[in-house]
């Protein structure tokens, strides 16, 4: 049986999840058995390198996720993280922090989650002087990439490749909310990806108490971590949160 996290004796909250949140929603994660890696390989189609060079070789990735994305429904542990907000108290508050692009967090009613690695649901245009906003497009571009109908630049997926930046208003509200918290909580994430990773260590240093809950132990992270509980999340967050 998994004790509750004691959540009343906390002011601020951070849930920070990855792709472990996702997997009983049927969407793979990155890494780990059966994960997207094993797949695609990430250097031809997750960077910005392979954006400029071979923009068909990321939309094909994309466009696998975005297929198994819009339909996938909210499972056990985005709906457990959702109903914390409406039990907290006028004087508490819970920030929902996604590496995810799919879109479950919101979907399960979750509100203000900061995204900050996008969303698989939007794309925009490659040409920073082109005035086309990023648009909802749940499209798939398996044999020709797509272009801009205003300028004709090539369309990109409103997502965060590797070697780019993340959005930088999300990356400030999440480091606001990082390190003023005092509970910590990590969700289905292998704590790998960078800037993501090192967020634990941020609350940590600010008197926060750090919780992580992934079917694995995290590689560089444990010694971090105040708690462990492995499992799946969509089993153990029900239980952890009440
Ligand atoms: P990751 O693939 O590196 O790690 C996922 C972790 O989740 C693993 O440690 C695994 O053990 C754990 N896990 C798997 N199933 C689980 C479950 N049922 N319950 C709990 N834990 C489970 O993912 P990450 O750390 O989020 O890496 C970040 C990158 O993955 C991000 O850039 C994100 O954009 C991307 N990603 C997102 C999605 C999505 O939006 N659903 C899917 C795949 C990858």
Not at 94 to 106: R, W
Not at 119 to 131: D, E, F, G, I, K
Not at 173 to 192: E, K, M, P, Q, R
Request: charged share 20%; proline share 7%; with cysteine.
């Amino acid at each position: 049986m998994t004790d509750r996290i004691d959540i009343a004796a906390y002011e601020r909250i951070v849930i920070l999840t990855g792709a472990g949140v996702s997997a009983a929603s049927g969407l793979d994660t990155f890494r780990g058995h059966g994960g997207l890696w094993k797949q695609f390989d990430p250097e031809a189609c997750a960077t910005a390198t392979a954006l400029h060079t071979d923009p068909l070789r990321v939309w094909r990735l994309i466009s696998f996720m975005r297929r198994a994305a819009k339909t996938a429904k909210p499972n056990p542990a985005h709906q457990a993280i959702a109903a914390l907000q409406d039990k907290l108290t006028a004087t508490q508050s819970l920030t929902v922090v996604t590496q995810n692009i799919d879109g479950l967090h919101q979907r399960a009613g979750s509100p203000g989650v900061i995204e900050l690695h996008g969303r698989l649901s939007h794309t925009r245009c490659m040409n920073p002087r082109c005035a086309v906003m990023p648009f909802e497009d749940w499209d798939l571009y398996e044999t020709e990439v797509p272009h801009c109908e205003r300028c004709g630049a090539v369309l990109r997926p409103d997502v965060v490749l590797f070697e780019e930046m993340l959005p930088p208003d999300a990356y400030r509200a999440c480091d606001d909310a990082v390190n003023a918290c005092d509970l910590f909580l990590a969700v289905g994430t292998s704590c790998t990806v960078h800037p993501a990773c090192d967020f634990v260590f941020t609350a940590k240093d600010h008197g926060a108490r750090a919780i992580l809950v992934n079917l694995e132990p995290p590689e560089n992270a444990a010694d971090v971590f105040d708690e462990i509980h492995l499992g799946p999340a969509e089993e153990l967050l029900p239980a952890l949160l009440g």
